[in-house]
């Protein structure tokens, strides 16, 4: 925690977690889609699911989906921003149990039938983790740059994105990978120092060819 | 504040050295940040006078206008600006304008309504509202890091109480104290905040909090005004602190911003719950 933390951040009322958290996760989310959005529907738990609408969890949610940040005053008026640029939201408010009080999922239409599923939690201040992302298991802050890729669980990925990132000289802060089951679907995320460019990510897409997706995230 | 008072600057400096020196960020640009902050500050407080409308609960609005616009009847006119300001930043978050959170939303009041009101008092310059706010968010930190600043955590004291804390702090050093004085101000503010709970009616950060936003202002300002006067708390600031961490933790989770007891749990305050709660599904 640092000195902005307890001052800062500068944001939409009324609540760090509420609604600041919330434009993240939707910020977040529309990182992750990496297109334009046409629509979402978007799921509340808990606390966000309770008392949501009165701390303008739903309209937070929208803007951070449409690249609004939390002190955007586009926040205010999202709902019906977005309905005016045509974007299809659905709201669903659900009684079970995310395992933490702060939890959005989010289903996120891009344009020619892209999609994803994105679940994020808010952690308090302001501050976010996405924890799935299409059903696999994540944690991604979006407090660094990231990298992630979905692949083939088989042995060498590891190797190579880490020998293009070392060309490109991009130095690993952290890494982690997960995976669904073994030899299956696995997900790698990678923090770097340093965002990743595009012809980076192209590198790392094609360098393997059980690598199916790159997503980059440029720290926010 | 050891290192204050060894180099005889202001906590403020050394709080925007240590940030500098973990960031890895240069002085100046972290000086910057926290000098960005002032205009949404004051934007802040003028933009909840100005604005006589109610949020969307209906629960809060307008009574930082009423306030300010009042004669005073009791109160001194800085300590009755200051409970006006507190309230005008605390209507304008719950209103969805623009804020900063200090140490939090729902307590963004305190410093804002504190440092601006001493500031006008004392003539400050845009430099000592920027070095006050340093030292606010430098003794916030030390808070954070020995107990919390979460109302689910720690209860309302560990938001409102921090800010009366760190508002106490900037204050000290608008006035030009010693950080003997700004040690006692803070243990005095933080003394009479212990065990306050969080209770919100309907878990929105309005009912009690817009209201309490003005009086932790006021109650930062006797903190202030005893410490100048040169009365000194008998239990050290460090360990006030650590009791506002065991009393937090000692705390049962139905009043730390579950809304499960407390004003959230009267007859009026869930009716007000089942209401909106009625309109919050209505899409």
């Not at chain 1, 059903?135 to 042995?155: M, Q, R, S, W």
């Not at chain 1, 490109?168 to 460019?197: C, L, Q, W």
Request: charged residues 20%.
């Amino acid at each position: 925690m640092g000195i902005f933390d307890i001052i800062g951040p500068i944001m939409i009322g009324p609540s760090s977690s509420h609604t600041a958290g919330a434009a993240r996760i939707g910020q977040l989310a529309r990182l992750i889609l990496n297109d334009e959005l046409t629509a979402a529907d978007i799921t509340l738990y808990g606390s966000f699911a309770k008392t949501g609408r009165g701390h303008g969890t739903d309209k937070a949610l929208v803007a951070g989906l449409m690249g609004y940040g939390p002190d955007s005053i586009v926040i205010r008026n999202a709902i019906e921003t977005a309905r005016k640029n045509g974007i299809k939201i659905h709201f669903f408010f659900s009684e079970e149990d995310a395992g933490h009080p702060n939890t959005a999922k989010i289903l996120a239409y891009g344009t020619n039938d892209r999609k994803v599923e994105v679940v994020g939690r808010s952690l308090g201040g302001g501050r976010v983790m996405i924890t799935s992302i299409n059903g696999y298991a994540v944690a991604i802050t979006g407090e660094e740059n990231t990298l992630l890729t979905h692949h083939k669980d088989v042995p060498g990925i590891v190797a190579s994105v880490s020998r293009v990132l070392a060309d490109e000289y991009v130095n690993i802060s952290n890494m982690r990978v997960f995976r669904k089951n073994k030899g299956v679907d696995a997900v790698m995320i990678i923090h770097t120092d340093d965002p990743i460019t595009e012809a980076c990510k192209q590198k790392i897409l094609a360098c393997n060819p059980n690598i199916v997706n790159v997503m980059t995230l440029k720290k926010v | 504040m050891d290192l204050a008072d060894a180099e005889k600057v202001s906590p403020g400096i050394i709080a925007c050295r240590l940030e500098a020196e973990t960031s890895g960020r240069a002085y100046q640009d972290v000086w910057k940040q926290m000098d960005e902050t002032i205009p949404v500050f004051m934007k802040s407080i003028r933009r909840g006078l100005g604005d006589h409308s109610k949020s969307r609960s209906g629960l809060v609005g307008g009574d930082a206008r009423k306030l300010y616009d009042k004669e005073p009847l009791l109160l001194g006119p800085l300590a009755k600006r200051a409970a006006a300001y507190a309230v005008a930043t605390a209507e304008a978050n719950a209103k969805m304008m623009c804020i900063v959170a200090c140490p939090t939303a729902g307590s963004c009041g305190i410093v804002p309504a504190v440092v601006a009101a001493v500031g006008e008092h004392v003539g400050a310059k845009r430099y000592d509202y920027t070095r006050a706010l340093f030292t606010a968010a430098g003794i916030g930190h030390v808070v954070a890091e020995n107990a919390s600043i979460a109302g689910a955590v720690g209860g309302c004291q560990a938001e409102c109480g921090t800010a009366a804390g760190m508002a106490a702090a900037a204050a000290i050093d608008l006035l030009g104290g010693t950080t003997e004085q700004m040690k006692n101000a803070i243990a005095l503010a933080l003394k009479n905040i212990l065990g306050l709970t969080c209770d919100p009616v309907a878990g929105l950060v309005e009912v009690p909090c817009v209201k309490r936003n003005g009086f932790e202002a006021v109650h930062t300002l006797v903190a202030v005004e005893m410490a100048m006067a040169g009365i000194k708390t008998q239990i050290p600031v460090d360990e006030v602190v650590a009791a506002m961490d065991q009393i937090g933790k000692l705390m049962p989770v139905s009043l730390r911003e579950t809304s499960l007891a407390g004003l959230a749990a009267t007859e009026t305050g869930k009716r007000i719950a089942d209401k909106l709660s009625r309109e919050n599904k209505d899409y």
